[in-house]
């Protein structure tokens, strides 16, 4: 037990410290994200303080990960630290001088294929590659667009590790539980400088790098039991659900849905006159009151995990289609020239 909370106690000073650090680099070199159109802040912030959680899994995934009672493969590790590193290496240069996207992208496929490729090393079907590639890239962008506000996804990050290192340590996979719980309390030590008003943004170097990690840490339990896939699903469903009906919404109607815009939920809801603290109360309600307790509920009855998973996202799209719809009768009149 005191191995366990000296790792959960390095991870939260170390990515505390770092943002801290990333708070003073970033207004020395003007890393700043000023206010406009198409942002919902109203004073120049500094970026990049995701790079604390970045250094966090660094320092203290291959400890974790290799050193612990029920070891991972080290290929394993090798292709998560080396995803990780490539993810946040694209990030970092994107908030210095804008990368675009192709390069981008690639950088992004390439860390995936090299985790899958590691995943599949250790004895996993290599069948399922096809499906893996898009669903980390698709992770890694839904995390990116859903870091908008002040402390969302850091809380998000808080609870989907807490949550996926329940499911591990349910499956007897103490490493990967302690895994994911650096992944909660690290993004703690970054949120306690992000909450409203916050002090410095996570940053494309941070917002990429946890979608890559809850992948992941997906996966991983997937490679531990395939059952366990459907609770950890559920417990992304507010951002997937978000930045999945957004995406659709913005393409059929013949939008970019790449370029920058304000039409997610939680942008609408800030929009109408919400606070960042309340917007970002509104997801932490669904993920305490529906997300929870749907995973439990898909855990405990591993024969009904699909179909629990399934009415969890069909309710969680049902409320942003409410949610949404309210929006958009209460939108002020300067955004009454605006269509969702």
Same mark, same amino acid.
């Given at each position: 037990m005191t191995w366990v909370i000296g790792w959960l106690l390095s991870s939260f000073a170390i990515a505390w410290l770092s943002a801290r650090v990333a708070i003073v680099y970033a207004h020395r070199r003007g890393i700043l994200d000023r206010p406009g159109q198409r942002r919902s802040h109203t004073v120049p912030t500094p970026r990049g303080g995701g790079i604390g959680i970045v250094l966090a899994s660094l320092a203290c995934l291959p400890a974790v990960l290799l050193r612990a009672q029920v070891p991972w493969p080290s290929t394993t590790v090798a292709g998560l630290l080396a995803a990780l590193l490539l993810v946040a290496l694209a990030g970092w240069w994107d908030d210095?001088?804008?990368?675009?996207?192709?390069?981008?992208?690639?950088?992004?496929?390439?860390?995936?294929?090299?985790f899958a490729a590691a995943l599949g090393a250790s004895g996993m079907p290599w069948w399922w590659l096809p499906l893996l590639l898009p669903a980390g890239a698709w992770s890694i962008n839904l995390h990116n667009f859903m870091d908008g506000i002040d402390g969302l996804l850091a809380q998000q990050a808080m609870f989907v590790g807490a949550g996926l290192a329940w499911l591990a340590w349910s499956a007897g996979q103490g490493s990967l539980a302690l895994a994911a719980g650096c992944l909660a309390t690290a993004s703690l030590g970054f949120w306690l400088l992000n909450r409203s008003p916050a002090r410095i943004f996570m940053g494309d170097v941070g917002s990429g790098s946890v979608g890559l990690l809850v992948f992941a840490f997906t996966a991983m339990l997937w490679r531990v039991d395939a059952a366990l896939l459907w609770? *950890?699903?559920?417990?992304? !469903? %507010?951002?997937?659900?978000?930045?999945?009906?957004? &995406?659709?919404?913005?393409?059929?109607? $013949?939008?970019?849905?790449?370029?920058?815009?304000?039409?997610?939920?939680?942008?609408?809801?800030?929009?109408?006159?919400?606070?960042?603290?309340?917007?970002?109360?509104?997801?932490?309600?669904?993920?305490? *009151?529906?997300?929870?307790? !749907? %995973?439990?509920?898909?855990?405990?009855?591993?024969? &009904?995990?699909?179909?629990?998973?399934? $009415?969890?996202?069909?309710?969680a799209a049902a409320l942003w289609m409410a949610l949404k719809r309210r929006c958009l009768q209460r939108r002020p009149p300067k955004d009454c020239h605006a269509v969702a």
């Open positions: 210095h001088r804008s990368l675009p996207i192709l390069p981008r992208f690639a950088a992004q496929l390439l860390a995936v294929l090299l609770p *950890a699903l559920i417990l992304s !469903s %507010a951002f997937a659900t978000d930045a999945s009906l957004t &995406l659709l919404t913005r393409y059929f109607r $013949g939008r970019r849905w790449y370029s920058a815009h304000r039409e997610h939920l939680y942008q609408w809801l800030v929009r109408c006159g919400m606070t960042h603290r309340r917007g970002s109360a509104v997801y932490m309600a669904w993920n305490l *009151a529906c997300a929870a307790p !749907s %995973a439990w509920l898909a855990c405990s009855h591993p024969r &009904l995990g699909l179909l629990i998973t399934i $009415g969890a996202y069909v309710a």
